[in-house]
């Protein structure tokens, strides 16, 4: 079973930044695509960004685009998500998790497995 451990969640105020963590020490990790997701009380998860294997291709969700950054170091198992410019509506639990194949990125169904989730709390 993939263990997939997410940091770096919080309070901040409207305007400000958090960069999140999710390591592993899957030893195949470098043939995973990753993907960060997020869920709000009452909501459904939401795609938030993605990462190919490579590192070298990445997607946003048009909501997070020009805020968010994605990024991977393969030689430490882990992900970033690197959040700026932070708005209450980011407020959620955020999940990282694995894929392998072709599917699309952008949902749910295309990953193995799942991380705990942190929280990411966005006061105004």
């Known amino acids: 079973q993939v263990q997939l451990v997410e940091s770096g969640g919080g309070l901040v105020q409207a305007g400000g930044s958090l960069r999140l963590s999710c390591a592993t020490s899957?030893?195949?990790?470098?043939?995973?695509?990753m993907g960060w997701f997020r869920q709000a009380p009452g909501k459904e998860r939401e795609f938030v960004a993605a990462?190919?294997?490579?590192?070298?291709?990445?997607y946003y969700a048009d909501s997070v685009m020009g805020r968010f950054t994605i990024s991977r170091d393969n030689a430490k198992n882990t992900v970033y998500l690197q959040m700026n410019s932070l708005k209450p509506e980011d407020t959620g639990v955020y999940y990282c998790?694995?894929?392998?194949?072709?599917?699309?990125?952008?949902?749910?169904?295309?990953?193995?497995?799942w991380g705990q989730g942190t929280q990411v709390s966005v006061s105004s």
């Open positions: 990462i190919r294997n490579s590192g070298r291709i990445t």
């Open positions: 998790a694995t894929s392998q194949g072709y599917s699309d990125l952008k949902r749910g169904p295309a990953y193995d497995y």
């Open positions: 899957e030893r195949t990790f470098r043939s995973y695509d």
